[in-house]
Nanobody, 122 residues
Framework: QVQLVESGGGSVQTGGSLRLSCAAS????????LAWYRQTPGRQRELVAS???????TYSDSAKGRFTISRNSAQNAVYLRMESLTPDDTGVYYC????????????????WGQGTQVTVFS
């Protein structure tokens, strides 16, 4: 089994910064694309940023220029550095992993973390 564990959320004033971390644990898997999503009440979960195994990154329009996604393959981890935060960035941030399980016929799976709350106050 594979688990994604997030950390780094919290409350910050407008203009502040936060760094989210997500680590994948388990055995016999290989990570493909990793991503961060945000969910706010009454809205669907939306993609904030993603990074492929080749380190190709994509960002939502609101994240461009302020957020940076990165990964550490040796640690099976993905990070999201968020700067110049505004109240519109408030939400629960979820780590998402597209991976292959070698112990399950090399099938592809999608996993989600439990979510971490980010609150930006003015």
């Amino acid at each position: 089994q594979v688990q994604l564990v997030e950390s780094g959320g919290g409350s910050v004033q407008t203009g502040g910064s936060l760094r989210l971390s997500c680590a994948a644990s388990g055995t016999s898997f290989a990570l493909n694309t990793l991503a961060w999503y945000r969910q706010t009440p009454g809205r669907q979960r939306e993609l904030v940023a993603s990074i492929t195994s080749s380190l190709v990154t994509t960002y939502s329009d609101s994240a461009k220029g302020r957020f940076t996604i990165s990964r550490n393959s040796a640690q099976n981890a993905v990070y999201l550095r968020m700067e110049s935060l505004t109240p519109d960035d408030t939400g629960v941030y979820y780590c998402n992993a597209d991976l292959i399980r070698w112990d399950d016929n090399a099938r592809r799976f999608e996993y989600w973390g439990q979510g971490t709350q980010v609150t930006v106050f003015s």
